[in-house]
């Protein structure tokens, strides 16, 4: 994500996943780029 000039916004445990039946799905990362970054970056 960072090559694309993604940056990290939060990292989460989501709700719906359950931790006992899929551990490896749970926690999750948000990245965020703004529109005007994005054309900054992209021209």
Do not use: C, K, Y
């Amino acid at each position: 994500m960072r090559r694309i000039g993604m940056r990290l916004a939060g990292r989460f445990d989501h709700p719906s996943v359950d931790p006992q039946t899929h551990p490896h799905l749970v926690r999750h990362t948000l990245t965020r780029i703004t529109a005007e970054e994005w054309h900054a970056a992209n021209g």
